[in-house]
């Protein structure tokens, strides 16, 4: 499935290709506080569609993933980081994805906080 997203003001929007149908609700610091519900997919199949200079970014704890968000609108549509076997990934916040249905999400709860 081919995806477009975008942060509320469209200073950053993508296009992203996977299968969106499965979100994961963290619960680590972050991701609780901006109600993320995350689809993971590899690098490569991800485009910034915008300049990349539009980014913000905020890491924290490890400093291994980058929390991009919009510094007009606030709002926080993906994040990168590279998995433990090298692959570069993205985790695109599907509430930032107009034609995704969130009522049609399987959606899973993840406890980060606990690892």
Do not use: W
């Not at 969106?20 to 910034?48: T, Y």
């Not at 291994?64 to 695109?92: K, L, Q, R, W």
């Not at 969130?102 to 406890?111: E, F, G, K, N, V």
């Amino acid at each position: 499935m081919h995806i477009s997203g975008s942060c509320h003001c469209g200073e950053l929007a993508f296009e992203a290709e996977g299968e969106f149908d499965k979100a994961l609700e963290c619960n680590c610091s972050i991701c609780r506080r901006k109600g993320s519900l995350l689809a993971f997919v590899p690098r490569s199949q991800f485009e910034l569609t915008t300049p990349r200079e539009n980014l913000s970014t905020y890491q924290f704890n490890k400093h291994v993933i980058a929390h991009y968000f919009c510094a007009n609108c606030g709002i926080a549509p993906f994040s990168e980081a590279t998995m433990p076997d090298g692959t570069e990934m993205t985790a695109i916040n599907l509430r930032c994805v107009p034609e995704i249905d969130l009522r049609a999400l399987t959606i899973t709860q993840y406890d980060g906080a606990s690892h």
